[in-house]
């Protein structure tokens, strides 16, 4: 027996946030308030208005008009985003989740107890307000403030006014700063509230159930993608985040849910670009009786009821240029795109060796690969690029569609359309394979992908297989990227300003 005593236990420090000369400052008037018996943190102000309501009340009313209702009270709650003191009066811009008010207050109105809290606020402090309405000389809408509560004491400073807040890496890693800094970002996420909301009424008119299928699978399959890997300590079993909902959907619909779509998150180990984050989120619905064909026409009605929703148009700029929603779409087909768009030599269309050894001139095709994503490489690389008007392209190789139903005019192709907006792919669309034994096959085909090393190779589900044995209606189905889509109608450059939270390298803070 060790006659050694283990070490003490050393007793950690708490930890403090960093501190800078302004917070210390707003800590010490909060200190100040407190000792006066303010409430820091009060919890019973409700405002009874918000701005956006005040403003609508107030349009067309002049300033004669809104002396003469002095007597019509408003009660508003919201932070200080600026303040002019003017010693015994100031100005201060007040911001609610609903738009901005100037609002002027002044110790003959507040009084001396009140007025003196006032002058302990700081830009950044959430306060409550009542009052009337006047305008300025100069005509501007304001709110006279006669009663004021402090409701939230701001320890941090807001960003310095003229610069505001523009690093990227800040605003995404404190989007709650930007939040309250950049109107703008607000209206991006509220465009995209309101596409998410259009898509589900949409779907929900023409008889589709939401449904919710597992974040956490034993096989993770829908989608050529490799996965994020996690650990079960009850279970005592490997799991992984799901890539897709796509083989869970289709269970469902062998079950006899025959319209179904899930609008959640999917999740893939890939590398992060202004078109890719590792969380982002689908919307992927299954129609019974219904081939890709039927999808054309339902995918245009959706995506043209985003965009009335958001931008009251068909047509509109993105990124400098102008896009056309207005249906019909154009069609074009994969093969012919290679040689028509891509300028490939025509031989890639049927000479494994010519389109495998075309690819590789264009980077990235590894020797393993077969033709079919050798095809898919050119068309990345010399196709998609030239597709800014929406376009649906359909007539895809059987090899890189494991999930689709083979054509029956040319079984090496499949019954699959991806289409495209502003030189990116928006969403993916087949018919799906409901032959059990075919997609046994294509299963045994992807797990030999995998044992040559392709960590993207789709993994064998045999429940899957045993449900299709059971038998599933001929079925259409699609996936539709929605952080894209949100890029599109909001005009946004990068993912990462559509994604709320995007994922970011760890940082302090």
């Known amino acids: 027996m060790s006659s050694k005593q283990p070490p003490p236990n050393k007793k950690e420090k708490p930890v403090q946030l960093d501190e800078n000369v302004l917070s210390?400052?707003?800590?010490?008037?909060?200190?100040?308030?407190?000792?006066?018996?303010?409430?820091?943190f009060p919890n019973l102000f409700k405002p009874?208005?918000?701005?956006?309501?005040?403003?609508?009340?107030?349009?067309?009313?002049?300033?004669?008009?809104?002396?003469?209702?002095?007597?019509?009270?408003?009660?508003?709650?919201?932070?200080?985003?600026?303040?002019?003191?003017?010693?015994?009066?100031?100005?201060?811009?007040?911001?609610?989740?609903?738009?901005?008010?100037?609002?002027?207050?002044?110790?003959?109105?507040?009084?001396?107890?009140?007025?003196?809290?006032?002058?302990?606020?700081d830009v950044g402090d959430i306060i409550g307000a009542e009052g009337f309405l006047f305008r300025t000389r100069t005509g501007e809408l304001t709110m006279r403030i006669d009663t004021l509560t402090l409701v939230t004491k701001s320890y941090r400073p807001l960003p310095e006014k003229f610069h505001g807040l523009t690093d990227v890496e800040q605003r995404y890693r404190q989007r709650y700063l930007d939040l309250i800094m950049n109107d703008h970002v607000r209206d991006i996420?509220?465009?995209?509230?309101?596409?998410?909301?259009?898509?589900?009424?949409?779907?929900?008119?023409?008889?589709?159930?939401?449904?919710?299928?597992?974040?956490?699978?034993?096989?993770?399959?829908?989608?050529?993608?490799?996965?994020?890997?996690?650990?079960?300590?009850?279970?005592?079993?490997?799991?992984?985040?799901?890539?897709?909902?796509?083989?869970?959907?289709?269970?469902?619909?062998?079950?006899?849910?025959?319209?179904?779509?899930?609008?959640?998150?999917?999740?893939?180990?890939?590398?992060?670009?202004?078109?890719?984050?590792?969380?982002f989120t689908m919307l992927e619905f299954y129609r019974a009786y219904a081939t890709y064909e039927d999808l054309i026409p339902m995918t245009e009605k959706l995506i043209c009821a985003c965009a009335v929703a958001v931008k009251n148009s068909l047509k509109f700029q993105y990124q400098g240029q102008e896009i056309d929603l207005t249906p019909p779409w154009r069609r074009l087909d994969f093969r012919e795109s290679l040689v028509e768009m891509g300028g490939a030599p025509p031989e890639v269309l049927t000479?494994?060796?010519?389109?495998?050894?075309?690819?590789?001139?264009?980077?990235?095709?590894?020797?393993?690969?077969?033709?079919?994503?050798?095809?898919?490489?050119?068309?990345?690389?010399?196709?998609?690029?030239?597709?800014?008007?929406?376009?649906?392209?359909?007539?895809?190789?059987?090899?890189?569609?494991?999930?689709?139903?083979?054509?029956?005019?040319?079984?090496?192709?499949?019954?699959?359309?991806?289409?495209?907006?502003?030189a990116r792919e928006m969403g993916n669309a087949f018919s799906e394979l409901n032959d059990p034994d075919d997609q046994l096959a294509r299963f045994n085909d992807q797990a030999a992908q995998r044992e040559a090393g392709d960590d993207e190779a789709q993994f064998m589900d045999l429940d899957y297989v045993r449900a299709l044995e059971y038998g599933m209606p001929p079925t259409a189905g699609e996936g539709l990227g929605i952080d894209r889509l949100v890029m599109l109608l909001t005009d946004q450059p990068s993912i990462r300003e559509v994604i709320i939270f995007p994922l970011l390298k760890p940082g302090q803070g």
């Open 48 to 121: 009874k208005h918000n701005v956006a309501e005040v403003c609508a009340l107030a349009s067309g009313l002049s300033g004669e008009d809104l002396d003469a209702r002095q007597d019509e009270r408003y009660c508003l709650a919201g932070r200080i985003m600026a303040l002019r003191s003017f010693g015994k009066a100031a100005f201060i811009a007040l911001k609610d989740g609903s738009g901005r008010i100037q609002c002027h207050v002044e110790k003959a109105a507040l009084g001396d107890t009140q007025f003196s809290v006032f002058r302990k606020l």
């Open 189 to 279: 996420f509220k465009a995209r509230s309101l596409i998410v909301s259009t898509l589900r009424r949409m779907l929900e008119e023409d008889g589709f159930m939401e449904v919710e299928t597992p974040m956490m699978q034993f096989i993770p399959g829908g989608a050529t993608a490799r996965p994020f890997e996690t650990y079960h300590n009850a279970l005592s079993a490997k799991l992984y985040l799901r890539v897709a909902p796509e083989l869970y959907l289709k269970r469902l619909v062998v079950g006899g849910l025959e319209r179904v779509y899930e609008l959640n998150r999917n999740f893939r180990n890939e590398g992060i670009s202004v078109r890719h984050n590792p969380e």
């Open 351 to 422: 000479d494994p060796s010519a389109a495998m050894a075309f690819a590789r001139q264009l980077g990235g095709t590894k020797a393993e690969d077969g033709m079919g994503k050798a095809l898919a490489k050119i068309f990345d690389m010399l196709v998609e690029p030239k597709l800014w008007q929406p376009t649906f392209v359909t007539g895809y190789p059987r090899d890189i569609s494991p999930l689709s139903r083979g054509n029956d005019l040319e079984p090496h192709m499949v019954d699959r359309f991806e289409f495209f907006i502003a």
């Open 24 to 40: 210390r400052q707003r800590r010490q008037k909060a200190r100040e308030l407190a000792e006066n018996g303010v409430p820091l």
